[in-house]
């Protein structure tokens, strides 16, 4: 098809820059650590070491040796996946993102999908008809879910849906637990597990859509307003096809790129909202281990989350530059 | 919508405008009228969890309630909204003024070392999340009000940035641009007195949109423990304060969150009023809302 030919040389140019620019990101978590007030050695020791044992990492650093060798050495070790050891749980920080990163990703890629698709329908909707009493209430919901903290609505539906559930003796299954990602304890297989999973999933990961598809809504309706009053609707309506088959055939396609573009942006905002959510709910993600290891002071595993966070969102972008040229033929790769 | 130019702005930018003026008008003034210290603690069995609206045991009255200390909430929520307004506005402003700044010089000189050097520095710092970049700070950084500010700032400047930057280089190829310079003005004049002034609005705007997430971020931290410590009281750590009394005193964590929401929704109306009031003056075809 000739309308999706992509210039392969300046995708590569694409990703190439994106190592270098994740290069960058790294080499700025090194030089934060040298940069923070005090002696990296007492950031990267854990607390309650003794003196001897302050000498014995600055040489196993290299804190003694020129800061151009630090830096090619902590260069090679990261290139190797080596992002040092947690001070508290005595493993390497590398494990420990492992064990936290899918977490995340799970959270934050099942409440994305769900942003979009229900940002999307309810943006379009809201165009569709705008002006009217459904489009002025959506979009008043929508600022007021913008302007909420994550960890407030999320507090809030803890509060409504275990603590008042059970007070008001619901039937069991209304009531949502508040914390954690399965029943501690239950030892539960096969489907029970994924049914205790998928309940225990359904507080963070509807908070999250809910703030994410407010966002979507509002920038998918704006974007629809645009394509609206564009001649070619005009013209499908003129030639009498359906209201349904405009909005559905041919503004849809012409949103695919704005969608394509924000969702690379919306990517940030649902790594904040899932460090409140998997605070509050207690879930074992990449959020969560942050902020732990910041109260812990555990510097490496601090440093190790924020790379991989900057991975998470390079890649995103990369992938975003990277299905423009498809979600709209018109741009030049 | 009419077609001619608005040059006030929509009625929800002015209510916003008012709703914020009321609160810092309250924040100031709450405090320095109370009789009793929000940070003081004292018999806390007779004071403690009084609901909103209700006496304590030694006959003063609550508006909203006290907290587990025994706390009058609302002035304690009024203190925390200066130390919020006064982080949000500085936090915001403060990245405006550098975003401008950097936007300026690299948008002047585009194409040239400080414009390459700028973007860079701009594209390593939007390649991670705002939270994780603050985070890092507050991780490696004693925790604090300067730290919290330093932060905000130092990672806030991008977007005003870019704004600014494709702002300077349109409104550099105008005529009086050139007019200027044939009539001997220096470079930095000529970019602070013609350019800037001309291309400054849509910065304003964002900076503006800018406070309501600065005071969110702020917000925030203090609620993870990373921010304002107690028992300097803040929006978050209020919140945070309440979290395991949902059950038996909900009003404690309900009061700061819905002071969070109504500053930072009215920061939000009042910056797209404002900027579909620019769009007006500048007669482009105005943004749907």
Redesign the interface.
Known sequence: MRYHRVRSPALFRAAARTVL??W??LS??FA??R???GDPAT?LLAPGAGAADAARLRSELGLDRPIAVQYARWLGSTLRGDLGASFVERRPVAAAIADALPVSLALGTASLLLSFAAGITIGVVQ?AK?GSLRDRLL?GVS??L????A??LG??A??CFT?LAS?LSMPMWMRLPAVGMTTPGAELHGLAHLADLARHSILPVTLLAAIGAAGVARYV??SA??AI?ADWVRTARAKGLAERTVMRRHLLANLRAPIVTLFALA???T??GS??VE?IFGWPGMGRL??T???A?D?PV??G??AA??AV??VA?LAAEWLLPWADPRVET | MSDAPRLQLARSGRLALAALVAIAAGVLVVPALSSRDPLLIQDVLARRLVPPFARDAAGDWHLLGTDRFGRDLFVRMMLAGRLSLLVGVTGAGLSGAMGTLMGAISGWWAGRPADRAIT?VA??LL???????L??G?????PGIYTILAVLVLTGWMGVGRLVRAEVRTVRERPYVPAAQALGASQLRVLARHVLPNAIGPALVATTLGV?NAI?LE??LS????GIQPPAPSW?NM?AG??DL??VA?WV?LAP?IA??VT??AT??LGDAWRDRLAGERGEAS???
């Open positions: 620019l994740y960058c990101v700025l978590t934060l650590l940069l923070a007030p950031f165009a705008r979009t600022v007021i913008a302007a909420s903290p960890y407030w507090l809030g803890i509060a603590y007070s309706r704006t307003l645009d009053g990517l940030p905002g790594v904040a460090v409140f605070t942050m902020v290891s910041i109260v002071r510097y601090v440093l989350c924020a966070y900057a969102v390079i972008n | 860079a594209d390593i390649a991670l999340p705002r939270l994780v970049l985070l890092v507050v991780a490696l950084w004693p309501g969110l917000s925030g609620f993870l423990g990373l978050g919140i309440g979290r949902l059950v909900p964590s969150g969070l929401v930072v929704l939000t109306v943004v749907p809302r």
